[in-house]
């Protein structure tokens, strides 16, 4: 079998990847990745981003600050936080999960017995924890050898539990911040329903109300993309989930509103870190095992 049979993508000299999931049941994906030169685009999840560093220095940007992390650190993105990701000097090597709020919700309800209401959040997007990195990267690595892996799954678990417990919070119903009415709402509102369909400025200035210079900076202060990059994002992240279910990519290239497959793999790449090819792969080995 070749490389690109397990799910690994090569992206250039000394660079791979290899894309994953853990227990059907109750989906956690995942990333393992060497990069060297691959930089990704400014873009959003659905999910949590977690992870830790295993040698090198990645550095990224997010809510406009300059952040970097090498072994030992954790990194904690929340869903729809706008973040890039470039290696630093000689590149990095790193390993990545991307839990949902529901993942995470029902890790910490388990431990505490009981369902809890509200909503996970990480306050710091990097934080010290060495002890903490050496457990996720044991037990993402077990996942990734083994395949599906009661070991690993247990490892992961508890490794979600502590983290919460000491680097994370839930905010209680009715805390988080209310959406902000307004023209920037409005055309991430009509995006959102028409993401697959060509969308032009003047109609979508014309649904927000405002003039598009001004919606451009507008909502690039808002939410640190213009119109066509979250345009570009919100298409990725429906792309994934159709290619998560196995579906054809030129046909997930139509569906999700790109010129073609290429467009949809240059798009993807540059926002996932695979082709849709290696994360459908990963996929597939999940539900194999």
Known sequence: MSRNDFGLDQLG?????????????APLECLSARFRQHAYAPHTHDSFVVGTIISGCETFMIDGSRCYAGPGDLCLVSPAVVHDGRPAADGYAYRITYPTTDYLLDVTSDAAGRRL???PSFPDPIVRDPE??????????????RGESLEAD???LQFFVRLLLRHGRIAGPGTAAPGEPGPVSRAMDYLD???AEMVDLVTLAGIAGI??????????????LTPHAWLTDRRVRHARAML?????????AAACGFYDQSHLNRAFKARVGVAPGAFQAGHRRSRAH
């Not at 990847?17 to 853990?22: A, G, I, L, Y």
């Not at 990195?133 to 077990?142: D, K």
């Not at 998560?244 to 997930?252: I, M």
């Open 13 to 25: 000299a000394g660079e791979a990847t290899n894309f994953f999931s853990v227990s059907p049941a």
């Open 117 to 119: 209401p509200g909503t």
């Open 132 to 145: 903490l990195a050496r457990v996720f990267a044991a037990g993402h690595r077990l996942a990734e050898e």
């Open 154 to 156: 247990e490892f992961l």
């Open 193 to 195: 329903a028409h993401f």
């Open 211 to 224: 003039p598009r210079t001004r919606l451009i900076r507008a909502f690039n202060r808002q939410t640190g």
């Open 244 to 252: 998560a279910t196995g579906a054809p990519p030129a046909a997930v």
